[in-house]
Structure formats: structure tokens, C-alpha cells
């Protein structure tokens, strides 16, 4: 089905380890974002990316690093996981720019232990 | 960077309309306001979002102050369906690359 997928949906994890979440999009959408969301809080976005190539920071970008080197995929990688990363992560994708609709992933679950 | 401010919480009897204000006072001619909801931490959803003028859909109403500061929501017939944390956001537009900035979210709470 076309849309926006996220894998895996939860995922236990120990500190120091790596982690890869990833994000697929059906649309070809030049967009992509990576939110997290901690319990009880709003969206936090941590990195973005334009177009396949272009990535930008957030506003919580340390810890993780972000690639693009096809549209439709925009993986999040957590080089060594800490606890404070303990968090639902959202993958969100648009097409263009202001006016067009953003829709969000049904989140990755990660903790980290 | 345009930022937004909501009501923490609101409550809003069945049937009846839910109307939920968002601040954005510094928000810049060029950038839409948009409305999502999130019920018990699902991915977000869309609502609505305009620019301007006010707009309507199948889902709600978006009201616009004339000098784009301001801004309400309105879920006509409001459901316990509805019960959700509401998002009014302002898309910042870069150079090349832009990004949305959540604001803290209005928890709405429709009861019986």
C-alpha cells in the first residue's frame, strides 16, 4: 500500500548500541522528517532533508545521524544509544514546500535500556 | 523562527462546537498555518491548514485573523472521537529546506 512506513514499530535496545530506524515513503515526496516525542511532550524535530542528499539539523539533532541517498528512504541512525533517547520517533514527509500537506509515520517505539 | 502558542487544555460537551485559538504573532507573510491532532500518541493527522482565508473541509474549520496573528480551530460537532492533543503549527520556510515547528498543543478533552 502506498504511504509512509516506519520500521521497526518498537524496538528495546542496551546503551552504547547502534540503532537504525527507517523510513519509507511511497509518494516520491521531496520532504522528510524525523521527530521525536518524549512521553507527555510535543514534537521535537531532529533532522530534515529536502531532497535525496540534503539534510539539514533540527532542534535536537545530537546523537544521530541522518541519510538520503534515495528519495523514498530517510534512515535514523543512533551511533550509540543513551537513555535519554528513550522516545517515539516520527518520520513525516511532504511534498514541496509551504501549502502542502505533511503526514506522519505511526511512530517508532525505542528504548533504551 | 514563527512560533505558536496554545491553551494547554480544553473541554467541549458532545455536539456541540470545540473551538481551539493558536497564537503566531511573529508569523511571516509567506507561511501557512497547520492544524494536526494525536490521539494516544498515533503518528499525527492531518487537519486543515491555510494561508489567508479562512478554509473548511470535511473535518473542520480554520479561522484567520485578518492580521494573521491569531488563529482558531473549529470542530463544528465535536465527538468523543475527537478527544485528542491538538497542533497549530507554522511552516518556517528556508533557503532551500524547511521544517516545522510544533507548538506545546492543546489536550482536548470532549465529553459526554
Known amino acids: 500500500d502506498a504511504g509512509i512506513t516506519q520500521s521497526p514499530r518498537y524496538k528495546i535496545t542496551e546503551t552504547g548500541r547502534q540503532v537504525t530506524l527507517m523510513c519509507h515513503q511511497t509518494?516520491?515526496?521531496?520532504?522528510m522528517f524525523w521527530y521525536r516525542q518524549d512521553l507527555g511532550h510535543g514534537l521535537r524535530l531532529i533532522y530534515y532533508s529536502a531532497a535525496a542528499d540534503i539534510t539539514d539539523k533540527g532542534e535536537v539533532p545530537d546523537g544521530y545521524v541522518v541519510s538520503r541517498s534515495k528519495t523514498e528512504n530517510f534512515p535514523l541512525t543512533l551511533e550509540s544509544a543513551t537513555r535519554s533517547q528513550t522516545s517515539v520517533y516520527f518520520c513525516?514527509?511532504?511534498?514541496?514546500?509551504?501549502?502542502?500537506?505533511?503526514?506522519f509515520g505511526e511512530g517508532s517505539w525505542l528504548t533504551v535500556v | 523562527d514563527a512560533k505558536t502558542t496554545q491553551p494547554p487544555s480544553m473541554d467541549c460537551a458532545e455536539g456541540r462546537a470545540a473551538n481551539l485559538p493558536c497564537n503566531h504573532s511573529t508569523i511571516s507573510g509567506n507561511e501557512y498555518v497547520y492544524w494536526y491532532r494525536q490521539i494516544h500518541s498515533q503518528g499525527p493527522q492531518y487537519i486543515i491548514h491555510g494561508l489567508k482565508n479562512n478554509e473548511t473541509n470535511e473535518m473542520a474549520s480554520l479561522i484567520i485573523t485578518e492580521d494573521r496573528k491569531s488563529s482558531t480551530l473549529i470542530l463544528p460537532h465535536a465527538t468523543l472521537r475527537d478527544t485528542a492533543v491538538y497542533y497549530c503549527i507554522v511552516r518556517v520556510a528556508g533557503e532551500d529546506t524547511d521544517k516545522l515547528i510544533f507548538g506545546t498543543g492543546t489536550r482536548l478533552q470532549v465529553f459526554p
Open positions: 509518494w516520491s515526496h521531496s520532504y
Open positions: 513525516a514527509s511532504s511534498d514541496d514546500r509551504s501549502g502542502n500537506t505533511i503526514y
